[in-house]
């Protein structure tokens, strides 16, 4: 049951809306119940009601009749009617509810009813305010007795979208603070809670449902803006084109959201302005009208327009898109030849020739099933000489030559053909009387060459018939009938150059023995081929193969084979097997007949032949022993032509000392070569002999790479020539057996006029003054693949030391003084026995040092 206190609920076909009646104390008292006399009231109406049509009729009962009863409706499609009373509207009064109603029996006591359920609560959508707007009052029948505070729960109120509904805490009151947009959502549950001042429960939470109701503020959309479609020209009214579909976000249900559709224009206008219509509700597009024809018009478009409201255009919003609708084309039109007659000439055999180009004609869409043109010819070729193909591009007839066409055999062709398309005519077209014509095709004559009637024409002959024998005649056909003209023959090719031929009649002789055996000869047949040139203009030539098949006679003897074998020098151990080749074929060649000659008896007496069959046999040593050694052994081998041939091969046999298991040991072999035991002695030593100084060389190469290794390369810098005396075997007569002048070896007095020279004019052989520069140590031990590394280093390190004077020059000093602190080096005795004191030596610097040392020491001699 639906129940709000002081409403009334009217349901309707198409609506409803809730109607109110309130009296000055709306509190529930427990001797009167005010309220209508229907919970609820529903009147059918129809939905062409008319406006001032009475509905239906409601009643309410107060609790005093001296106070007037005011009726009013939230929903502005209905009113009140009145009767002949004073009730009058009042001002809208606030709406209350008492959805908490506690009611007391006849001895005071209160009983609680069950909660009502609360009727939905409607807003309309897009309201202008003021906001905010009261919905409705909630208020409890223990509001008399406690204070209560109100509050709301739910999606708009404590959840999102958060605050679109609040209420009034103390008083009940519930307002909408914005206005409500039904496409975003079209519904809200909210639930009601009364509680006392400590927040304890006082009601149970009623449910409130709050439906937003539809206003008309969206159009309908398309899904498309354009829209593409195609139907066959020549379709019959009624034919289905394409559908287009319109959306409206309002409610569906409703007037809002029911679209309807109509065209607005249709471009071109031909052959009628209304070629389509369009369904209003499904929005699916139909031919209305015959002649669609896409020779004419190949594309229309329609403009549609979608309209809500039912499709009211004074109230409804409307929207349009565009429609495209493309005739298609269908095989309406048959190709026409744009003549009746074509003509064409080729020269004689020759193809692939394009002798005539036939056009046509065909309204239909180029490049399609229905335009694409394929020829026949009907008569005038039974041989098949032509073919007709299509051109892709022009849709043109090539007639192409496939075969080849005799000028003395066909001088012309009167050919009839014929043009369709690929796809077949459109139901109820007939092909036109233009789609045949004829095609007149003339062959010119050409000067064509000789041919030989017989091709590789094949003889039969015996080889070896004598020079200038006449084989036959070889002669050439002019196919040129209408021409007269002669004919020169030629060779063109003879590899072993047997053949003539005579330049006139064609008649071929021989020029050389055929041989069978040649190496021209391939499968017992040779092949010559001759040139047959006439004398028309250009000239034109052919060519024949003759080919000669030689019959073999029996001119080649026997040839022996092996030419060489090796026995033991013992008999009864193994045996040479022997046969023959003949360069004849059967039956000049075996069987063969092996003998040995009867001279120098020798031959028979050391060997014997025994037949295996008749190719081959078996030599063998007759007596007991023979010596090692080769031996020529002739045997006479004789064929089995006729006459027979024989011949005399001579085969080496090497008679060697064999194994047990009856192969020539290395010795045996090389005795058998000829040579004695002494010699084979000897040849054995000279071999471990020259094995020996090979094994000697390499292990002194290999101990003087290892010496390399462990010896220093270079002297130890101790040792440096500069800085030491070295010990010669011959050190001459001293200084008085030489023409030197050692007075300017003097160490001179003062070094003033040296050191008080300017900048820039010293001289490069000069010991520089100041402190000696410092040089990287040298490697002791250098690696043997980095010696000239070394001494290019060593070289540059000389050449850079401007302490270092130039050994291998003569030296130009300046003035170097008078006298010497020490006495003349011839002097010094060679003998180490003396007491001779040396200590001066350290006074002379550090390249002095190594002397001092060595003569000097004192406690270290």
Known sequence: MLRRSGMLLLW?????????????????????????????????????????????????????????????????????????????LLQQPSDTLLPWRHHQNSHGLRRQKRDWVIPPINVPENSRGPFPQQLVRIRSDKDSDIHIRYSITGVGADQPPMEVFNIDPVSGRMYVTRPMDREERASYHLRAHAVDMNGNKVENPIDLY????????????????VYNGSVDEGSKPGTYVMTV?????????????????????????????????????????????????????????????????????????????????????????????????????????????????????????????????????????????????????????????????????????MLTVMVSNQAPLASGIQMSFQSTAGVTISVTDVNEPPYFPTNHKLIRLEEGVPTGTALMTFSAVDPDRFMQQAIRYSKLSDPAN???????????????????????IKNNVYEATFLAADNGIPPASGTGTLQIYLIDINDNAPELQPKDAQICEKPNLNVINITAADADIDPNVGPFVFELPSVPSAIRKNWTITRLNGDYAQLSLRITYLEAGVYDVPIIVTDSGNPPLFNMSIIKVKVCPCDENGDCTTIGAVAAAGLGTGAIIAILICIIILLSMVLLFVVWMKRREK??????????????????????????????????????????????????????VRRVDERPIGAEPQYPIRPVIPHPGDIGDFI??????????????????????????????????????????????????????????????????????
């Open 707 to 760: 010496e390399r290794h462990t010896k220093q390369l270079l002297i130890d810098p101790e040792d440096d020539v500069r800085d030491n005396i070295l010990k010669y075997d011959e050190e001459g007569g001293g200084e008085e057996d030489q023409d030197y002048d050692l007075s300017q070896l003097q160490q001179p007095e003062n070094m003033d006029h040296v050191l008080n020279k300017a900048n820039g």
């Open 245 to 413: 579909t319109a959306n409206d976000a309002d409610d569906s249900t409703t007037a809002n959201g029911m679209v309807r559709y109509r065209i607005v224009t249709q471009t071109p206008q031909s052959p009628s302005q209304n070629m389509f219509t369009i369904n209003s509700e499904t929005g699916d597009i139909v031919t209305v009208a015959a002649g669609l024809d896409r020779e004419k018009v190949q594309q229309y478009t329609v403009i549609v327009q979608a309209t809500d409201m039912e499709g009211n255009l004074n109230y409804g919003l409307s929207n349009t898109a565009t429609a495209i609708i493309m005739v298609t084309d269908v095989n309406d039109n048959p190709p026409e030849f744009t003549a009746s007659t074509y003509s064409g000439e080729v020269p004689e055999n020759r193809v692939e020739v394009v002798v005539a180009n036939l056009t046509v004609m065909d309204r239909d869409q180029p490049h399609s099933p229905n335009w694409n043109a394929v020829y026949r010819i009907i008569s005038g070729d039974p041989s098949g000489h032509f073919t007709i193909r299509t051109d892709p591009v022009t849709n043109e007839g090539l007639v192409t030559v496939v075969r080849e066409v005799d000028y003395e055999m066909n001088r012309a062709f």
């Open 12 to 88: 309707l076909f198409c609506c409803w809306g809730p109607a109110r009646a309130h009296n000055g104390d709306l509190t529930v008292r427990p001797t009167c119940k005010p309220g209508f006399s229907e919970d609820d009231y529903t009147a059918l109406v129809s939905q062409n009601i008319m406006e001032g049509q009475k509905l239906l009729k409601v009643k309410f009962s107060g609790c005093s009749e001296s106070k007037r009863i005011r009726y009013e409706t939230d929903n502005l499609d209905f009113k009140k009617g009145k009767k002949n009373t004073s009730a009058d």
């Open 210 to 225: 709050i439906y937003v109701i539809d206003m008309n503020d969206n159009r309908p959309e398309f899904i498309n803006q």
């Open 498 to 520: 047997w053949l003539n031929i005579n330049a006139t009649n064609g008649q071929i002789t021989t020029a050389a023995i055929l041989d069978r055996e040649s190496a021209y």
């Open 792 to 861: 290019n280093e060593g070289l540059r390190a000389a050449d850079n030391d401007p302490t270092a004077p130039p050994y291998d020059s003569l030296l130009v000093f300046d003035y170097e003084g008078s006298g010497s602190t020490a006495g003349s080096v011839s002097s010094l005795n060679s003998s180490s026995s003396g007491d001779q004191d040396y200590d001066y030596l350290n006074d002379w610097g550090p390249r002095f040092k190594k002397l001092a040392d060595m003569y000097g020491g004192g406690e270290d001699d």
